[in-house]
């Protein structure tokens, strides 16, 4: 859409693709449609059967009972997953994704915000500034997962340097640190809770745990200069007009900013959410490179728990069973977006 | 007139298809091969990727165009990680896509058996095992874990120890102190060296296994050997007030570790030992090679507390799967893993003992020497981390249930999970709650 777009802005008006002849001979005889639907095919034949029929097939194993290497399709109902929902190491998965995606996607959305909103005041040496801070994305998450594990282990990396340079060793384990905050169940508010019939939440299993956090670090990292460069779009999308009004009315530069540009940035901090939040509950690269699912559980992933008791285990059925589990968590996120933004484009 | 978008479109479609036609099309092996003289290629698939290892098993490929033939092309397929976690991954995908390897490394015991021999991927070997005569060579105890329905289905090239507790000499005597047989002593000497601000004992437990073998050695010295080997067959309770007990003992031994444990491979972790800063650690006897690699003299080593006398044992075999490619070659690969030649050329590289019963003891160092004599002598357990006990889903289990304790510590919760995972696993009657 951009592309053609910004080839008509350009004045020569060069085709961008001239047609090789046999392929322009072949157009005389049949019409436009019947062309495109006949290069359309190959490639929607290949998306059915590689993503949608291995998509069914997952869900045809996860209702199945294979649990050794040798496939056995007999059908068990759902007890796969009701077994996923009892099973400790899942319960731990599902409040470390919570916890990380609330972190990751909310230290992101403010820390690209920022950094947006700094370089938008038209300074010198933008373009570097901008590059320096997107260019962690350019690294794989293998990469970032790597080279934090040094930076944060505990016998070197930030403590060691805290160290030399004066402040002193920290002292901190970042992801080896086994502690897990939670609401203790004895405490008052453990005991509020419990009276009002969501004791569970007062659980070990429904804590924050802080080796996640480091975890939380790398992955911000790498992903708050992308979300800086949707905010940067769309800062500079914004009106001048607009400001100046508000300016005018009398608004100081904090109403400008919560009145003008955080409600017309809407949009953008959406389509930040989805990005985000659907790498977030996928997350599978950073977490082995670096911290290997440890101390304990306190940063495994779904994703992991996954490949480990269907590759390690040959729990195959149960393996499944947790990636439609994914599968839907994802959707839950992302098929409103898509409805919202077809909508939006079809009415344009 | 087509758009500039459309035809941009249809030249991606286009470029996809090609993609997609290049990537399906895929590439025939070749197969069948003329009896008689060996030819063609040869891949053994391994986790042996680094340092003594990788030495031993390129021993045994230099013997291979002696003893075979000269004109097979011997393909080393590792995967590299401790105790096979990443090598299996791809080994299940590639049998399960029929596409064996020739060979692969596999830890004898029922990571063979429950996965690959009862699902029936592999070929019996009792024609080999009478023609080399290694019913005869091989100790009993080995022949009877490596086979299945009374037919071997892989050849054992060495035999790892699992109970081992190595600990810094200088370290024991800067501070007057004995190595502990006891977990009574254990833990007396580790309040001493925690006084001291020394690390009493270095677990290095990245690896998921890590954690288990610890927790294997201390169930062994806890229960005994044969309340052990009972837990494997549903013959002890796995709720019963001693499993209870020694699950307190691992908890209180987790109380000496370094905090920083879950950032360390196990080598790693041998660092601290070897530099004083740890005193302790309990790990299988690969560890040894990883001393006589860094030059540590001040080794020293016993059983691990309440384990003398008993041999935790684990061993590396290699099979032939059916359907494998080139299988007269591997055959003759097979002979050759088997033979003294094959097995004295490959063990002291890889700091192992061997699983025949007629190596020269004088090609090893003292510890594999003084390993080799408890062999002959100690009663032989298997191991449970490395799969000769339990079946790999079992393991993995198991695995998760470590993990988790390791962390909040909570002997019940683990000990409920525990028998839970011998229920799963089919061994344990049903009656366990969850």
């Given at each position: 859409m951009n592309e053609a777009g910004a080839a008509n802005s350009v004045k020569t008006r060069r085709p961008l693709l001239r047609l090789p002849r046999p392929l322009l001979r072949l157009h005389n005889i049949v019409s436009d449609r019947v062309l495109a639907v006949g290069l359309i095919v190959p490639s929607v034949v290949a998306v059915l059967v590689f993503v949608y029929g291995f998509i069914g097939w997952s869900a045809l194993v996860s209702v199945s009972?294979?649990?050794?290497?040798r496939p056995d399709y007999t059908f068990v109902g759902f007890d796969n997953f009701r077994n996923l929902f009892h099973n400790f190491r899942f319960l731990i998965d599902i409040r470390n994704t919570v916890v990380f995606t609330v972190f990751f996607v909310g230290a992101c959305l403010v820390i690209g915000f920022v950094l947006a909103s700094l370089l938008d005041r038209q300074i010198k040496g933008e373009g570097i500034f901008r590059s320096i801070y997107l260019f962690p994305m350019a690294v794989s998450f293998i990469v970032t997962g790597v080279a934090w594990r040094w930076l944060l282990a505990p016998r070197a990396g930030v403590n060691l340097l805290a160290e030399k340079l004066g402040p002193g060793n920290l002292d901190y384990g970042w992801y080896t640190d086994p502690t897990v905050v939670f609401i203790h169940p004895g405490s008052r508010f453990g005991e509020a809770l419990h009276s009002l019939g969501l004791g569970f939440l007062a659980d070990a299993n429904f804590g924050i745990p802080l080796a996640l956090f480091s975890v939380v670090i790398a992955a911000t990292w790498q992903m708050s200069g992308f979300v800086m460069v949707l905010y940067l779009a769309g800062l500079r999308a914004i009106p001048e007009e607009l400001k100046e009004a508000a300016r005018a009315d009398g608004a100081n530069e904090l109403q400008v900013l919560r009145r003008i540009s955080l409600p017309l940035l809407r949009p953008v901090t959406l389509s930040a959410m989805i990005i985000l939040g659907h790498q977030s509950l996928k997350i599978f690269d950073l977490v082995v490179s670096m911290t290997q699912r440890g101390p304990g559980f306190a940063t495994d992933v779904p994703a992991l728990f996954m490949f480990e008791t269907t590759f390690q285990g040959n729990h195959f059925a149960r393996g499944a069973a947790i990636s439609i589990v994914m599968l839907l968590s994802v959707s839950v996120l992302v098929i409103p977006y898509l409805y919202w933004s077809l909508r939006k484009e079809a009415r344009l | 007139m087509l758009s500039r978008k459309s035809i941009w479109f249809m030249a991606m479609a286009v470029f996809a298809s090609a993609v997609m036609a290049v990537a399906c099309g895929g590439e025939k092996k070749e197969e069948g091969v003329t009896p008689g003289a060996l030819k063609g290629d040869l891949e053994i698939f391994s986790w042996w990727t680094t340092g003594g290892e990788a030495a031993g098993l390129q021993a045994m490929y230099d013997l291979y165009p002696k003893t075979c033939s000269p004109d097979v092309k011997i393909i080393n397929a590792t995967v590299a990680g401790g105790a096979g976690f990443n090598a299996r991954q791809v080994l299940t995908t590639r049998m399960l896509g029929g596409d064996p390897p020739g060979s692969f490394q596999v830890h004898m015991g029922h990571e063979l058996t429950d996965t690959w021999v009862t699902t029936g991927y592999m070929e019996p070997l009792d024609a080999l095992f009478a023609q080399e005569n290694w019913t005869n060579i091989f100790p009993k105890g080995v022949l009877d874990i490596v086979s299945y329905e009374g037919k071997p289905y892989s050849v054992p090239v060495n035999i790892h120890r699992a109970n081992v507790l190595w600990y810094n000499k200088k370290v024991f005597t800067d501070n007057n102190l004995k190595p502990p047989t006891t977990f009574a002593e254990f833990f007396t000497v580790a309040d001493a060296l925690k006084a001291k601000g020394i690390t009493p004992l270095a677990p290095g437990d990245n690896g998921i296994w890590a954690s288990t073998q610890v927790m294997e050695t201390v169930l062994i010295g806890s229960l005994g050997p044969d309340a052990y080997k009972g837990l494997w067959t549903g013959k002890t309770d796995w709720k019963s007030a001693e499993v209870t007990k020694a699950l307190e003992t691992f908890q209180r031994m987790l109380t000496y570790v370094n905090s920083d444990h879950s950032s360390l491979s196990w080598d790693q972790a041998n660092d601290l030992v070897i530099k004083g800063q740890a005193a302790m650690s309990i790990m299988g006897d690969w560890l040894h090679a990883d001393n006589v690699a860094k030059k540590f003299e001040n080794s020293g080593w016993m059983p691990s507390p309440g384990t003398a006398g008993v041999y935790d044992a684990l061993s590396d075999t290699f099979g032939l799967p059916k359907k494998a490619p080139n299988p007269e070659a591997v055959k003759c690969w097979l002979k050759l893993v088997g033979s003294k030649a094959g097995q004295e050329a490959f063990n002291p590289k890889k700091g192992s003992i061997c699983a025949r019963t007629d190596c020269d003891a004088s090609l090893f160092d003292t510890y594999l020497q003084s390993s080799m004599q408890d062999w002959k002598k100690d009663t032989i357990v298997p191991s449970l981390a490395h799969g000769a006990a339990a079946s790999q889903g079992w393991v993995e289990e198991i695995n998760d249930a470590t993990t988790a304790f390791v962390t909040d510590r909570n002997v019940s919760a683990f000990q409920g999970r525990l028998s839970q995972a011998c229920v799963n696993a089919k061994v344990c009657k049903t009656t366990a709650t969850r």
């Open positions: 009972q294979w649990d050794t290497v | -």
